[in-house]
């Protein structure tokens, strides 16, 4: 534990992809009131986003974000008509980033399309749980780190009362790790200057889809390690045998996060590491 003349630590453990399953959705909430998950990001395309929104009514302590989604298996929530850039012609995101990127890159995005897509998705989020619930937003696999995304991102939480923002970092030493770094140090300066409320460091990117308990508590005791003061790890818990995950080839081993996040040693490196659990509700804008 902290001593009584050390600063308050805050962490924020955010499990993404509410509304992706019925038993994601209930992992999350599970995960909240048993384990250390403070924070839950909202995927407003995910298939079982409307009939589980209600779930959040019941866990008002938990903090709730928009998951703004331009890949994955799911299709957007305007129709291809209203959003042709973004899909393909059968009316379909593309499946991941290594798609998406280089359509970017040359320009063939329209960002009005986007724009007009992430406020579909940001007002049905509202509209589920209530004005003024958000706390921050963060993307599908991480895409508002992309250049242009990461200033319109920033630009739509401004416009839209937002007061929090996920800065990904990444572990990794190879070409992808010091990509990550170098655009998250980007969107840290773009959303500061925004007068945004980011975490001073992010984990989960690199173990995502693989955290166990000792996994977990080594995350913990790393960022403790860290200096932060301020810290966010993103999770992704579930329930074992969810035959609709199956749809999803990503490899994650749901059901041991949500065993990581309620157990008792992860709870107790929370404890030992000094950290204060909360949502992005308890951030406050820091100016570069």
Not at 56 to 66: I, K, N, Q, R, T
Not at 137 to 155: E, N
Not at 228 to 237: D, K, L, N, R, W
Request: charged share 25%.
């Amino acid at each position: 534990m902290s001593s009584a003349t050390e600063p308050e630590r805050l962490l924020i453990v955010n499990a993404d992809d509410f509304g992706l399953t019925d038993g994601v959705c209930r992992a999350i909430v599970r995960a909240h009131r048993d384990g250390i998950v403070t924070s839950t990001s909202v995927l407003a395309v995910g298939p079982a986003f409307a009939r589980n929104a209600s779930m959040l009514d019941d866990v008002p302590e938990l903090g709730v974000g928009v998951h703004l989604a331009v890949v994955g298996e799911d299709p957007p929530v305007l129709s291809a008509r209203e959003v042709p850039t973004l899909v393909d012609r059968h009316g379909r995101f593309p499946l991941s980033w290594r798609q998406f990127f280089p359509r970017m890159a040359l320009r063939r995005i329209d960002l009005d399309d986007l724009e007009r897509e992430f406020t579909a998705q940001s007002d049905a989020v509202n509209a589920a749980v209530g004005a003024g619930r958000v706390t921050h937003l963060d993307t599908h696999q991480h895409v508002h780190l992309w250049p242009r995304i990461d200033a319109l991102v920033c630009r739509l939480a401004t416009a839209w009362g937002v007061p929090g923002m996920r800065i990904t970092r990444s572990v990794g030493r190879g070409v992808k790790g010091r990509s990550v770094n170098l655009l998250g140090a980007r969107l840290d300066r773009r959303a500061r200057a925004a007068g945004l409320a980011v975490p001073e460091t992010f984990a989960g990117f690199d173990e995502a889809g693989g955290v166990t308990e000792s996994t977990l508590v080594g995350v913990i005791d790393q960022l403790a390690s860290s200096g932060a003061s301020t810290a966010e790890i993103g999770v992704h818990p579930g329930e074992r045998g969810d035959a609709d995950l199956a749809r999803y080839e990503w490899g994650y081993r749901w059901g041991d996060e949500l065993d990581a996040l309620t157990s008792a040693s992860v709870r107790e490196a929370v404890d030992r590491a000094g950290f204060r659990l909360g949502s992005f509700a308890a951030l406050r804008p820091v100016h570069p």
